[in-house]
């Protein structure tokens, strides 16, 4: 079998502590990190001399252009049309809740117009109603009394014999008349 590793580069000291320290923070050996870092300059076409990446700092702002642009399209594709119509809907949503309270109102107060109205009915019907109460009582009271009357007359009357005299009768349907008149 062939050993591949048949090549081998020659650097200071001081490279080769710098290099050992990025090896280890990495976790890696040397032969890898010098393998991906050979890798890494050929893919990406960097020049190592270049400590400001220019062609990363282009990229970088190339990338970053598209950005801006894709968030400037979509905000005047979708994003202004939304706000656009969340306005149009928040001032028709404002004008319906207005025109449902000015119709609740007018109704509510329909209804309590009516219910006033109606509370005044009941009050009169109350009203009335004790009256003809009061005057259920007072008939009724009036044909007691009547009764009594008619009573005390039936038993004077009884009372009477055949001796009785005509003005003694035509005195008890006087009495008898007065007190009815009285009722």
């Not at 309270?101 to 009203?127: F, M």
């Not at 009357?149 to 005509?166: E, H, N, P, Q, V």
Request: charged share 30%; net charge positive; hydrophobic share 40%.
């Amino acid at each position: 079998m062939e050993d591949i590793n048949i090549r081998s580069v020659r650097y200071p000291v001081t490279v080769d502590q710098k290099f050992e320290k990025i090896a280890l923070k990495l976790g890696r050996t040397k032969r890898q990190v010098f393998i991906q870092m050979v890798d890494y300059f050929y893919k990406s076409k960097k020049d190592p001399m270049d400590l400001n990446d220019e062609l990363l700092k282009n990229t970088l702002m190339k990338n970053h252009q598209q950005y801006i642009g894709f968030i400037k399209s979509q905000e005047n594709l979708l994003l202004i049309p939304m706000k656009t119509e969340m306005d149009r809907v928040t001032v028709s949503q404002g004008k319906i809740i207005d025109r449902f309270n000015t119709e609740v109102l007018k109704r509510n107060v329909d209804v309590l117009n009516k219910q006033n109205v109606h509370d005044q009915k009941l009050n009169a019907i109350g009203v009335m109603m004790e009256t003809i109460r009061k005057n259920q009582k007072s008939k009724e009271a009036l044909k007691a009394q009547f009764l009594f009357i008619l009573d005390s007359y039936i038993k004077s009357r009884d009372a009477f014999g055949m001796m009785t005299s005509g003005r003694e009768k035509e005195e008890l349907i006087s009495i008898t008349k007065a007190q009815v008149d009285l009722l």
